[in-house]
Structure formats: C-alpha cells, structure tokens
Nanobody, 121 residues
C-alpha cells in the first residue's frame, strides 16, 4: 500500500491550502484515513481523521478552520485548510488504516511521505 501526499507549499497567514493523499496498491478496504503534522522540535500530532462512514475527528487547534473529506471511490483523503496561522507550519503526513485482505480482522497502518506546509508572510 502506498500513500502519495501532495498540496503543501508556502501560504500567507489567513490563507488557504488543500492537501490530498491518494492510496494505491493491493488491499481489501480502507477503514479510516487521517492527517497528522509534525512541527520542528515537536512530536507528531493528529490533525484530523475520517472513517469510511465519514465520521470525523479534529484537533481542537484546527476545529472550524480545517475540513477533512474522503473520496472512497478514489481512495483519496483531502484536508482543506483555511485561516492558516504560522503555528500551522509543519510537515503534514497522511495515514491510512487498511484491511489488507477480505478476512483481515485488524487493520494495518500506512503512512505517506509528508508534505511541507509553511505559513509565513
């Protein structure tokens, strides 16, 4: 299973950016996908998560500003980021919880390579 993240870049404070992450390879189904971020000198933290049933969960720091969505047919998760702040600067990673086989009873976690988001004037 491979995850390809894209959409990072430099944006001014108050601006918007949309991240995408597409899962490819051989697997039965995706149970959930999520975005994490890691700022310099800090631990990786959960930003937002979404299940295949479209239940969502957000970090308090991004509620009301970020929106996670999923295209189940394309195995792609998106993160729409608005009202960006300098403290949102980080490498953003996507993660997929995958059932590898039809008979799998537990999921396996896969990570994308990360995409850098820099919020600065």
């Amino acid at each position: 299973v491979q995850l390809q993240a894209s959409g990072g870049g430099l944006v001014q404070p108050g601006g918007s950016l949309r991240l995408s992450c597409a899962a490819s390879g051989t697997f039965f189904s995706i149970n959930a996908m999520a975005w994490y971020r890691q700022a310099p000198g800090k631990q990786r933290e959960l930003v937002a998560a979404i299940t295949s049933g479209r239940s969502t969960n957000y970090a308090d720091s991004v509620k009301g500003r970020f929106t996670i969505s999923v295209d189940n047919a394309e195995n792609t998760v998106y993160l729409q980021m608005s009202s960006l702040k300098p403290e949102d600067t980080a490498v953003y990673y996507c993660k997929a919880e995958v059932y590898r086989y039809m008979w799998s009873q537990v999921t396996s976690n896969y990570w994308g390579q990360g995409t850098l988001v820099t919020v600065s004037s």
